[in-house]
């Protein structure tokens, strides 16, 4: 599904620059629970922002179910995002404006309206959030916060998920309880990438890959 | 379809956290407010010192009108003034300095300077008050108040404006009589002078040609006449007679040489006082500092026209890297933006009249915003100058956007 060949990403600072990933390769087969785990500044989230197209990288190839992602433009690349790729975010990334229900709505294209009402009810009585449906982010608490932005994307058409520090906000045990409704995200089809440093929440996944100095120090190493 | 959710987006943004954006409003209708203020501050100003008023209007240039209080005593002489005002507006389209709004005359807009007043002292006063003035209307003088002009005159006294200046001086007479001009050749030059019709006399529909039992000629005549720089000056009197260019009708009133004698010492002659020359250098010294005033405030309130929108932005910053991270296009977020801008701005200039209607009392300027005084020039310098703002505005958000990854935009 997804396949990473050499990639690097470097920052420009005026003068200086920063290596944050180099030469990293990857391969993930479609429906594997990926977990990539390393230190602050190892380069993890520059990867999962590279796998989401959030960042483009500076050198080498990302082909996506045989799409050159890097290869196309602008506005091809924010279509290829929106069908392809959803986000969970460490600090939930919730508008905080918006209830509950239009948060997980975001995710999905067009108007509210009936069918898309239901479609979220059903997945938000999965995630059992159905009976916070209505109310703000600021009135639930960081458990059910994360569960909804599980939510949006789990409603979104995108098959891979990309998870990045999802427990870093939350205690152990709604931590554990987040994982493994990460992990039930399978069930749906989806593809799951999570970024960490907590090998509890690594310990879930099917593999694990381990980052420092943005480079990835295995490779394909079975769990 | 998309555009349609877009819309709503930026509609739903737009309403969500209500009281940071009230503040926000307030903050940048105010912004605007003082920009709106000192943009027409400094085309008074450049009126003021002449400059404007000569580049939008060629030889036409301010008014000053001074009249009676005793003229808004009727109803009905309210009525006639108002003609007689819609008239001379669209005769001789000014440009300068603004009326002084003193309870009456409500056509009269803003370049007309209009000062009612009731004595000689005050006429006076008036006249040295707006020594930049090249138009000069003094209503209904001749009978109430010309001859306290002429003592004056010879007490020594003179009106400080230049002897080139045009003066137009136009009589009524209560009841009867209502006002015109019309020309006649005084000591060899062409006059305009105040004529008479009376009550349930008809206007001669010739233009120029007097009606011999009317003894009067239309007041089209007389702004043709004024506007065509010819000399003027005024003659009053009760059902006078003139002696008209082409001699062809003659009727007399010793009463209209009294006063013509007076105005010929008040007008003809070219005056040297130094006053007049202080006084326009005061003008011109004191609106420059004021333009300069001006142009700072319009600088401060742009800044913090460009503070309050782009914190109104960043206050949401985070939706928006939200909404890139599931889908949402640059371009499309930077539409949401641009709608946002709008009903930002539609709320903040609704804010910014509010102001002009609370500040503007303190300031003096009960005049501001009211678009009936506001002519159509300096509406669209005014237009010009928002949406100038709201352009650089816009640009400093895009620049603002454009300068963040989208993964910071994600951050808290």
């Known amino acids: ?221 079975e769990q | 379809m998309r555009l349609l959710q877009l819309i709503g987006i930026s509609y739903d943004f737009f309403c969500k956290r209500k009281w940071m954006r009230l503040f926000l409003s307030i903050l940048c209708g105010f912004s605007l407010f003082l920009s709106a203020y000192a943009m027409l501050q400094i085309l008074y100003g450049y009126s003021a010192i002449g400059g404007y008023a000569d580049a939008i209007s060629g030889d036409k240039g301010q008014i000053l009108m001074i009249t009676e209080d005793s003229i808004m005593d009727s109803p009905e002489m309210q009525e006639r003034w108002s003609n007689f005002l819609r008239f001379l507006k669209n005769e001789v389209p000014s440009s300068g300095a603004f009326a002084e709004y003193l309870g009456g005359f409500p056509e009269l807009e803003d370049n007309e300077l209009y000062r009612a007043v009731n004595s000689r002292q005050q006429q006076i006063a008036v006249l040295r008050e707006y020594p930049s003035a090249s138009k ?70 010739d233009q120029g040609i007097t009606s011999p039992d009317q003894s009067c000629i239309p007041m089209d005549y007389c702004f043709l006449a004024f506007n065509q720089n010819l000399k003027t000056t005024t003659a009053f009197g009760y059902r006078s007679t003139f002696v008209l260019p082409d001699g062809k009708k003659e009727i007399t009133r010793q009463r209209v040489w009294e006063i013509a004698d007076a105005f010929k010492i008040g007008i003809t002659v070219k005056t040297v006082d130094e006053y007049i020359q202080d006084s326009k250098a005061l003008v011109r010294d004191s609106m420059r500092e004021m333009i300069n005033i001006c142009l700072f405030t319009l600088f401060i309130s742009s800044f913090l026209n460009i503070v309050s929108k782009l914190m109104n932005v960043m206050m949401q910053k985070r939706d928006y890297g939200i909404l890139y ?54 509406l669209w310098g005014m237009s010009g100058t928002l949406l100038l703002m709201e352009g650089v505005a816009l640009a400093a958000i895009y620049v603002f956007l454009g300068r963040k990854k989208p993964v910071d935009l994600l951050k808290d």
């Open chain 2, 136 to 205: 000069i209307i003094i209503v209904d003088c001749g009978i109430l108040s010309l001859g306290k002009l002429k003592l004056s005159f010879e007490n020594g006294q003179s009106v400080p404006y230049e002897g080139d200046k045009k003066v137009m001086l136009v009589g009524t007479a209560y009841e009867e009589i209502l006002s015109v001009g019309m020309t006649l050749t005084w000591n060899g030059e062409q006059y305009v002078v105040g004529g008479f019709l009376p009550k349930g006399g008809k206007w001669p529909s």
């Open chain 2, 325 to 378: 991270a599931f889908g949402y296009t640059a371009g499309e977020i930077k539409l949401i933006v641009f709608f946002e801008e709008i009903l930002f701005s539609i709320w903040s200039i609704i804010f910014c009249i509010l102001n002009c209607r609370l500040f503007g009392r303190i300031l003096s300027i009960p005049w501001t915003m009211q678009l009936r005084y506001i002519k159509t020039h300096f």
């Open chain 1, 1 to 221: 599904m997804i396949q990473l060949e050499n990639c690097r990403k470097t920052y420009m600072h005026g003068s200086n620059v920063t290596e944050a990933m180099s030469d990293v390769s990857l391969h993930v087969k479609s429906g594997e629970f990926l977990a990539i785990m390393g230190a602050s500044g190892s380069g993890k989230s520059t990867l999962l922002h590279i796998l989401g197209c959030i960042d483009r990288p500076t050198g080498g190839t990302y082909f996506y179910n045989g799409i050159d992602v890097n290869a196309l433009s602008s506005k091809e690349w924010h279509r290829f995002r929106k069908n392809h790729i959803s986000f969970v975010f460490q600090n939930f990334a919730l508008m905080n404006q918006y209830t509950v229900e239009e948060n997980i709505a975001i995710a999905m294209d067009g108007l509210l309206n009936s069918p898309k009402r239901r479609k979220i009810r059903e997945v938000a009585e999965l995630l059992k959030i159905d009976d916070v449906l209505y109310k703000l982010p600021m009135y639930i608490s960081g458990g059910q916060q994360q569960r909804t932005a599980i939510a949006r994307a789990l409603v979104s058409k995108g098959e891979l998920v990309l998870c990045d520090e999802p427990t870093g906000a939350l205690d152990r045990r709604t931590g554990e309880e987040i994982m493994k409704v990460i992990a039930t995200l399978r069930e749906n089809g989806k593809t799951i990438i999570v970024v960490t440093h907590d090998p509890a929440v690594a310990s879930v996944a099917d593999r694990i890959l381990y980052m420092e100095d943005g480079r990835l120090l295995s490779k394909d190493l």
